[in-house]
C-alpha cells in the first residue's frame, strides 16, 4: 500500500491527447534512446548490445506476502539467455518504492523503453491492484532504471493516477516508444480502467518522471466506447517516430467487440486519429518488409458473429501498415484459414497472446500466435502455440507450424488447465537476426507457471533442443507465482 505519492507528480502538467498533440519539452536526446520502431525492442537494460527478458510473476510470494508479486530478468549475450546472468525485483528489494503486499500483483505488466535517453533500457513494472492508502486496488507503477550493470532498484521511480480511484487499477496496461521529438527519451504510457496517462523523463530531476497528458479514451472514441485493456507501438506510418494503438472491448449497444484506438506519433507529440475493429490483444512488426510496421489484434474469445462473419475459436487481424498509418480493414485469420493447423473449435481462445518477430532471419517478421484454451485430445485447456509466417505479400500459411506439451520434443505432458500459450514471445538474447519463441503457461504446476524455450534455427523454429524453467530454476518463490503471466514484448 502506497500512502504518499511521488513530488514528480506533485507538479504535474496536463494536456488532452485528443484535439492537440502532447506539448514538446525543448530538450535534446542524451545517450542513443530505444529506438523509434516497435521493432527494435527497447530491452538491453545493461547497454551490452543483446535483448533482454522481463518477466512478471504477479503470483509470487514474497517476504510472507502471497500475491504481492516479482519481476525477474534475464540478459543476453552472445550464448543467448540462461538460468545464471539473472535478477529478480520486487518491492521488498532495497530502493524498489512501496512494499510488499499480499495481493498486490507486482508484475501483472511489464514494459520497457528508455525513459531517460542515456542509452539503456529501462524497466515498467504495473501493480494494478496496490492500494494508495485507503483507496482499494488504485494500481500504481514503478520504473527501474537500466545501467551499465543492469536494471536496479536504487532511485526506482513511483507513479500512480492523479486522484487514486478504487477499482482503477492504474498500470493494466504499459508501453514505451520514442513517440515525439522534444523529450529526452521514450515517453511511458500508462492505462488505468477507462484512460490513458502518459509521463516523460523531468531531466532537470534525475530519475523522475512527471505526467504530461491524460485522456479518457471511452469519452471520446469514435464509434463503439472502448473499455481499454492494452497497448502496443509501432511506426505503421513510416515516419520515424512510434505510434500507439490502445486496445480492449467495445461498449455501448454491442460490448464485448475487440475495439482499438490509434494516435500516431509526430515531431510534436502523439494525436488521436481514429477507432477500429480488432483486439484486445496486440503485437506490431513489418510482416511484409514494405517499411511499415503492420499492427496485429487478437480476440480469443470473439462472438459468434464478429464483423459480418461467423468464427468460432478466436480470431486474429492484420492490419498493413501505410503512410496513413495502420488500415481499419483487416486479413481476418482463424484455424479455419487453409494451411493452418488445427481446427477451429469454442473456447480454444486463438489468439489469447501474440508476438512479431523474423524468426529465419528472412527480413520478413512472423507472428507467434498462442491459444490458451486450445485442447489437446481430451484434454482440455492444455493449451497450444502457432507461429505463421511473414512474406512480401503479407502473412501466408505456407509453412506454418503449431506446437503442445505432446508435441516431439517438447518437454512435459499437456494436463488440464495448463494453459500454454497464455503468453508468448518472440526473442534474439543472442543477436544472430532469429528471434526464438518463449511460450508461457501460467496455470502449470497448478498456478506455478513455467516458461518453454524453442530455438530459432536457419529454417525458424524448432522444438529439437527445446527446454523448461520457472521462478524456482532463476532462485525466485515458484509457490502458486503465476510465473510467465507477463513477458515484455
Known amino acids: 500500500m502506497r500512502t504518499n505519492r511521488s513530488a514528480a507528480l506533485a507538479a504535474a502538467s496536463f494536456l488532452l491527447v485528443s484535439g492537440a498533440a502532447l506539448a514538446a519539452a525543448p530538450s535534446a536526446h542524451a545517450g542513443t534512446p530505444g529506438g523509434t520502431r516497435a521493432s527494435d525492442r527497447n530491452s538491453d537494460f545493461d547497454g551490452d548490445g543483446y535483448e533482454d527478458v522481463l518477466v512478471g ?41 512501496g512494499a510488499a503486499e499480499t495481493g498486490d500483483g507486482f508484475g501483472t505488466a511489464v514494459a520497457t523503453g528508455d525513459l531517460d535517453g542515456d542509452g539503456y533500457d529501462d524497466a515498467v513494472v504495473g501493480i494494478p491492484r496496490e492500494d494508495i492508502g485507503t ?31 478504487a477499482g482503477a487499477r492504474f498500470g493494466t496496461g504499459l508501453a514505451a516508444a520514442h513517440f515525439s521529438a522534444g523529450t529526452p527519451g521514450d515517453l511511458l504510457a ?24 491524460t485522456t479518457r479514451l471511452s469519452a471520446r472514441a469514435e464509434g463503439p466506447g472502448l473499455r481499454p485493456t492494452s497497448l502496443t507501438t509501432g511506426d505503421y506510418d ?51 518488409g514494405d517499411g511499415y510496421d503492420d499492427l496485429v489484434t487478437g480476440e480469443p474469445h470473439s462472438p459468434d458473429d464478429v464483423y459480418g462473419e461467423t468464427r468460432t475459436g478466436g480470431v486474429i487481424g492484420v492490419h498493413r501498415g501505410g503512410p496513413d498509418g495502420p488500415s481499419a480493414d483487416a486479413d481476418w485469420w482463424t484455424q479455419e484459414n487453409d494451411g493452418v493447423p488445427g481446427t477451429a473449435e469454442v473456447g480454444d481462445g486463438w489468439g489469447s497472446d501474440l508476438s512479431v518477430g523474423d524468426t529465419d532471419g528472412d527480413g520478413y517478421a512472423d507472428v507467434a500466435i498462442g491459444a490458451s484454451g486450445e485442447d489437446i485430445g481430451s484434454v482440455a485447456d492444455a493449451g ?80 529439437s533442443g527445446s527446454w523448461t524453467y520457472g521462478a524456482g530454476s532463476l532462485d525466485a518463490p515458484a509457490r502458486d507465482a503465476a510465473f510467465g503471466a507477463a513477458i515484455d514484448e
Open 384 to 463: 497450444a502455440v502457432w507461429v505463421l509466417r511473414g512474406s512480401g505479400a503479407g502473412l501466408t500459411a505456407e509453412g506454418a507450424r503449431s506446437w503442445d506439451q505432446n508435441s516431439a520434443n517438447v518437454p512435459g505432458v499437456a494436463e488440464k488447465g495448463d494453459r500454454w500459450g497464455g503468453q508468448v514471445r518472440l526473442a534474439d538474447p543472442n543477436a544472430d537476426g532469429r528471434a526464438g519463441l518463449l511460450a508461457a503457461a501460467p496455470g502449470e504446476n497448478t498456478g506455478d507457471g513455467v516458461i518453454w524455450v524453442l530455438s530459432a534455427v536457419r529454417g525458424g523454429i524448432t522444438a
Open 190 to 213: 500508462v492505462l488505468d480502467r477507462d484512460g490513458l496517462g502518459l509521463f516523460a523523463y523531468a531531466s532537470d530531476a534525475p530519475a523522475a518522471l512527471e505526467r504530461r497528458s
Open 57 to 97: 510473476a504477479p503470483g509470487a510470494t514474497v517476504g510472507g506476502r502471497k500475491g504481492a508479486g516479482l519481476v525477474t530478468v534475464q540478459y543476453g549475450s552472445s550464448r543467448g539467455m540462461g538460468l545464471t546472468h539473472v535478477a529478480r525485483f520486487s518491492q521488498s528489494t532495497p530502493g524498489v518504492a
Open 238 to 288: 513510416g515516419d520515424g517516430y512510434a505510434d500507439l494503438v490502445v486496445s480492449g472491448t467495445s461498449t455501448g449497444d454491442e460490448p464485448g467487440h475487440g475495439w482499438s484506438s490509434y494516435l500516431s506519433g509526430h515531431p510534436d507529440g502523439l494525436t488521436y486519429e481514429r477507432d477500429f475493429p480488432g483486439g484486445p490483444v496486440t503485437a506490431s512488426g513489418d510482416i511484409d
Open 135 to 165: 483507496v482499494a486496488d488504485a494500481g500504481g507503477a514503478v520504473v527501474l532504471w537500466g545501467s551499465g550493470s543492469g536494471l536496479s532498484g536504487s532511485a526506482s521511480d513511483w507513479l500512480e493516477a492523479d486522484g487514486p480511484a
